[in-house]
Nanobody
Framework: QVRLVESGGGLVQAGGSLRLSCAAS????????MGWYRQAPGKQRELVAS???????NYADSAKGRFAISRDNAKNTVYLQMNSLKPEDTADYYC???????????????WGQGTPVTVSS
């Protein structure tokens, strides 16, 4: 079993910054990819940023130039530094991990419980 635990969400004024963290734990052989998605009320969940085990990074257009994703492989942790936040960034942010289980040898997509980010104008 694998768990993803997020932290770092909260309320911030427009133009401010937040840093999200997500730690994976459990029966992990390898993490192929970790990333952040967000879902605003009434909208579909969308990719914000992702990073592979080899360090390949992908950003949504809305995140480019403002957000930075990073990863600590030794800690199985991914971070999302969010700067110049806008009210339209308000959403629940979910951590995602594509993880190979040590016991199962299977690749499974896991999700965190979500952390709310609210940006006031």
């Amino acid at each position: 079993q694998v768990r993803l635990v997020e932290s770092g969400g909260g309320l911030v004024q427009a133009g401010g910054s937040l840093r999200l963290s997500c730690a994976a734990s459990g029966d992990i052989l390898r993490i192929d990819r970790m990333g952040w998605y967000r879902q605003a009320p009434g909208k579909q969940r969308e990719l914000v940023a992702s990073i592979t085990g080899g360090g390949r990074i992908n950003y949504a257009d809305s995140a480019k130039g403002r957000f930075a994703i990073s990863r600590d492989n030794a800690k199985n942790t991914v971070y999302l530094q969010m700067n110049s936040l806008k009210p339209e960034d308000t959403a629940d942010y979910y951590c995602h991990g594509r993880i190979v289980g040590r016991s199962s040898q299977m690749t499974i997509d896991y999700w965190g419980q979500g952390t709310p980010v609210t940006v006031s104008s």
